[in-house]
């Protein structure tokens, strides 16, 4: 590989760089963070979130974000979790139809009326939010099925299915950006909305879709999430969850202009994160301070993305 190459694949991927100065520096000062189990048990502790991010790069790529995704997580591990007296396929399947609903709610508020997507998603992360509480009382609700439970904490070959299942659903999604008619219009769409229309692309439709895909991801996220513990919580994905979940994929490289970006730029960002996350845990941080730094890093990132990538925002 030229030198020339070398820069050119360094300023599409800032963070592959960032991700090993942390491994390195935690591996040296951080006793216990080396090891094969724990990078194991950082993915599985961020699969939740990874699919979530994934749901989340289909969207600002197109231009948009997505305030709600947080709760609605909660609100779907919740109905997994206390509608599994019907069985466990129709509770689950519940909690995917309202992850669809509030979608599809948000997207033809946002495409079709034209309201601006942070005071849509805010107000269907207060809904979604109050509804949680109505549901679950604002107590913890324990699942009845052990198949459920089996699920999340169980593994085949020995890897963890909550990392299998974000591993081909990263994979899917990558491809669906890359080969595909709505990852082309998704691009499009989120680079120059107008053009893109003007080119015969129905832009209404790519958007309401991304929105689809963005709370199914965290319905889908907030089941597995509930299946490893067989229980759900109120406080379930709430408070910083959705603005962590943004944070990653912006701190992956993808803009927030739209038009930018790829799954695998979206994956370093949740890695560097849950890495960080990691690393404070075993030296014992308090969590408060564990935010504040990683709110440090992600600044520090950007600014270096911005001086690396001055011609792609």
């Not at 990874?50 to 919740?78: E, H, K, P, Q, R």
């Not at 990852?183 to 120059?192: E, K, V």
């Not at 075993?282 to 730094?293: A, D, E, G, K």
Request: glycine share 12%; proline share 2%.
């Amino acid at each position: 590989m030229s030198m020339a190459s070398v820069k050119q694949f360094a300023k599409r991927n800032t963070i592959l760089p960032i991700i090993a100065v942390f491994i390195i520096a935690f591996s040296i000062f951080v006793n216990g963070f080396f090891n094969g189990n724990n990078f194991v048990n950082i993915i599985e502790q961020n699969s939740a979130e990874g699919i979530m991010v994934i749901g989340m790069t289909f969207l600002i790529i197109n231009g948009y974000f997505d305030l709600s995704v947080g709760t609605l997580m909660g609100l779907c591990a919740s109905l997994a979790v206390g509608l599994q007296p019907l069985g466990v396929l129709p509770a689950v399947l519940i909690a995917l139809l309202v992850g669809f609903a509030v979608g599809m709610i948000n997207g033809l508020l946002v495409a079709k009326v034209g309201i601006n997507a942070f005071v849509v998603t805010l107000a269907s992360m207060l809904g979604v939010r109050g509804f949680l509480y109505l549901y679950t009382q604002e107590q913890a609700i324990v699942g009845i099925s052990d198949a459920f439970g089996d699920f999340g904490s169980g593994n085949f070959l020995g890897i963890p299915n909550l990392i299998i299942v974000f591993a081909v659903l990263l994979v899917i999604a990558q491809l669906v950006l890359r080969y595909t008619k709505h990852g082309r219009n998704t691009y499009a769409t989120g680079g120059n909305e107008n053009s893109a229309s003007n080119a015969g692309i129905n832009t209404q439709k790519t958007t309401i879709i991304n929105f689809v895909i963005c709370s199914l991801c965290a319905a889908a996220a907030g089941i597995l999430y509930a299946s490893k513990m067989n229980a759900a919580t109120p406080t379930l994905g709430w408070p910083d969850t959705n603005v962590m979940v943004i944070a990653a994929v912006v701190l992956g490289g993808t803009k927030l202009v739209g038009g930018y970006g790829n799954m695998w730029f979206s994956l370093g960002g949740v890695m560097t994160i849950g890495i960080i996350e990691n690393a404070m845990n075993l030296l014992n941080v308090q969590s408060y301070y564990n935010t504040l730094i990683t709110g440090v890093i992600l600044i520090v990132v950007l600014y270096l993305d911005k001086i690396l990538k001055p011609n792609t925002a």
